[in-house]
Nanobody
Framework: QVQLQESGGGLVQAGGSLKLSCAASGTIRSINSMNWYRQAPGKQRELLATIATDNKTNYTDSVKGRFTIARDNGRNTVYLQMNSLKPEDTAVYHC?????????????????WGQGTQVTVFS
């Protein structure tokens, strides 16, 4: 299967920046969408940003202009640059990657999630 390893969360003062990384590993054959979600305590998981194979991006309104999603196809890695952070950005951030994996002629779809990284923004 495909595993995701996230890094980059932490504690930051309001107005500061953090950069999250998420590296996919395994017998990956192709990667389609790469996405970032977050879940704050007592709230539903929220889709923040997506990036397609053609690097087309989409953002939810609450992070537009502050967060930037990017991907490095050679490293099977997706990033989330977060600027102008606010206390309401405090949450556990998860990456999600979809594509295909397998060996030889075999190709199977995968939809993998990172373990989550905590981002805490204090005022």
């Amino acid at each position: 299967q495909v595993q995701l390893q996230e890094s980059g969360g932490g504690l930051v003062q309001a107005g500061g920046s953090l950069k999250l990384s998420c590296a996919a590993s395994g017998t990956i054959r192709s990667i389609n969408s790469m996405n970032w979600y977050r879940q704050a305590p007592g709230k539903q998981r929220e889709l923040l940003a997506t990036i397609a194979t053609d690097n087309k991006t989409n953002y939810t309104d609450s992070v537009k202009g502050r967060f930037t999603i990017a991907r490095d196809n050679g490293r099977n890695t997706v990033y989330l640059q977060m600027n102008s952070l606010k206390p309401e950005d405090t949450a556990v951030y998860h990456c999600n990657v979809r594509g295909t994996y397998g060996r030889g002629l075999a190709r199977y779809p995968f939809d993998s999630w990172g373990q989550g990284t905590q981002v805490t923004v204090f005022s």
